[in-house]
């Protein structure tokens, strides 16, 4: 049986960034944040298996460590590339 996950989706926006934190990602799922503005993203977390995000992981370990004050991962590279990166796993 094969179970197609959801794409990335974007996180409900509740105001701010700050309160914005209060918005967990559901089981199953990793926030994480992207770009120059921070853009929260909520994605399935069977994206880390992928070849291509573990690139990105190893970027983000190496810019930022895997902590960050809004309670997800830091993504280093821009929304468009982050977005083209992870369409690529829904077709798979």
Request: glycine share 8%; proline share 5%; charged share 20%.
């Amino acid at each position: 049986m094969v179970f197609r996950l959801p794409g990335i989706r974007k996180a409900i926006s509740v105001g701010n960034q700050a309160s914005s934190k209060a918005v967990d990602a559901q089981k199953g799922y990793l926030a994480v944040y992207v770009g120059e503005k921070m853009k929260r993203f909520v994605i399935p977390v069977s994206y880390v298996n992928k070849p291509s995000f573990q690139d990105l992981l190893s970027k983000a370990e190496e810019e930022f460590g895997y902590d960050h004050p809004m309670g997800g991962l830091t993504i280093p590279c821009s929304e468009d590339v982050f977005q083209h990166i992870t369409s690529c796993f829904n077709g798979q």
